[in-house]
């Protein structure tokens, strides 16, 4: 309860909640003292895979026996998710205390919601001067209140595609503008590029950053992975290959990003070896990416049938998604909940041979697309129903043995579910 009233306080410092500018939360890093001047930081942008390519590292790091701490957004379950310090999230009475020493700091100025719990966790993560800070880049990154570090140890830019373009000029939406937006300011260091979902989007990423004095390395070029006959994960790179298990994780893509994670981490100069990556990837923990629900008030409702959420909200998040599913011999069920800024008839062009579609509301979230109007959206699906909650919607699916149910279409959906599974 402490903590959410400062959160409320801290939401009515600007009527925006997003507000792409720099100088605010430069002002407030000032008046903290610059804490992050004084971290060694890992920054992940792009627009899919940041949150799992930073998960593959923290567990790696760990079995490294190395320190870490990680700000990332937005949170699943509770907001202590994005403040995690020496390998632990803050508990509720850390983070309060932490909360209201920076809003005493800020005195009231003007700052976005996201913009003061940056400051919050470089504040913080400057009392740890030897842990190594992972960090998610919020929206693009150019304006990002990331993007105040004056250096950082690398650079990883995961799969980048269309979204948010609601942020950028209305005559200037386009792919080659995001990507000027995540790469045109990355620091002089090392850049780690991950795959990319087409050659122009590869392409176009060298060339924003060609002028980058960092280190390069690219996934095809400098480092790879394959799958074995035996669902062996075979990993590639100027150090030479290693023979790893298969991460505890679903979906190829997936391999995308913790190969990505690995490279980053063998070409920094960490005490990280093979036995620690053998280790880290079966361990990995990505909540609400692709996550199969082994128990809970939901599973319940589908018994022994698979019960998988995943937060893809893209046209690109979709893509993989069904990439995965068309690896399962079974009927797929899929519930969806989307926000209303998204490409709704895009996103669901991607799904393949589904046995039923049903949409949802976003319970709580003023910023969702209502259910009924992303059915219209999806009228082109034949078999597309709308429930008014997911109970609702799971009781209604005609599941048969095997069969797998997939609830999808935003990260706010999967927390709302997760919270009341």
Not at 291 to 304: A, D, F, M, T, Y
């Amino acid at each position: 309860m402490k903590l959410q009233k400062i959160i409320n306080r801290f939401q009515k410092l600007h009527k925006r909640e997003i507000d792409l500018k720099l100088d605010r939360i430069k002002s407030l890093c000032q008046r903290l003292g610059n804490p992050q001047d004084k971290i060694k930081a890992i920054t992940v942008v792009g627009t899919n895979g940041k949150f799992s390519t930073i998960a593959g590292m923290f567990s790696i790091l760990k079995e490294s026996n190395i320190n870490c701490n990680v700000f990332s957004s937005p949170h699943i379950l509770k907001i202590n998710e994005r403040f995690i310090f020496n390998n632990e999230e803050l508990k509720d009475d850390e983070l309060a205390e932490l909360f209201e020493e920076v809003e005493k700091i800020n005195d009231n100025q003007t700052i976005t919601l996201f913009e003061i719990l940056a400051a919050c966790f470089f504040y913080k993560a400057a009392q740890y001067p030897d842990n190594i800070n992972l960090i998610e880049a919020g929206l693009f990154h150019r304006f990002d209140a990331s993007n105040v570090l004056k250096e950082n140890l690398a650079s990883v830019c995961c799969a980048i595609s269309r979204d948010h373009e609601d942020w950028l000029p209305e005559n200037d939406r386009t792919v080659e503008r995001i990507i000027f937006e995540k790469t045109s300011s990355l620091l002089n260091s090392n850049i780690i590029v991950a795959k990319q979902r087409d050659k122009k989007t590869m392409e176009c990423i060298k060339k924003t950053i060609s002028n980058n004095q960092s280190n390069k390395y690219y996934f095809g070029k400098d480092f790879s992975y394959s799958i074995g006959k035996n669902n062996s994960f075979y990993y590639k790179d100027k150090f030479g290959e290693l023979d790893l298990p298969m991460p505890n994780v679903l979906g190829e893509y997936q391999l995308e990003n913790i190969s990505t994670a690995i490279a980053t981490l063998r070409n920094l100069n960490l005490v990280v070896n093979d036995d620690h990556i053998k280790r880290g990837i079966t361990k990995i923990k990505n909540i609400a990416r692709l996550q199969e629900i082994s128990s809970g008030r939901l599973k319940n409702l589908v018994k022994n049938n698979k019960l998988i959420i995943d937060g893809s909200h893209n046209e690109h998040g979709a893509q993989v998604l069904n990439q995965y599913l068309q690896t399962l011999g079974c009927n797929k069920h899929i519930i969806c909940g989307m926000m209303c800024n998204k490409n709704h008839k895009k996103y669901i062009s991607y799904f393949k041979d589904i046995s039923s579609m049903t949409v949802i509301d976003i319970p709580g979230n003023p910023n969702a697309i209502k259910g009924k109007d992303l059915k219209e959206k999806f009228k082109d699906i034949s078999n597309v129903t709308y429930k008014e909650n997911i109970e609702t919607a799971i009781k209604s699916l005609p599941i048969k043995k095997n069969d797998i149910v997939v609830i999808t279409g935003s990260l706010y959906l999967a927390s709302e579910m997760l919270k009341l599974n």
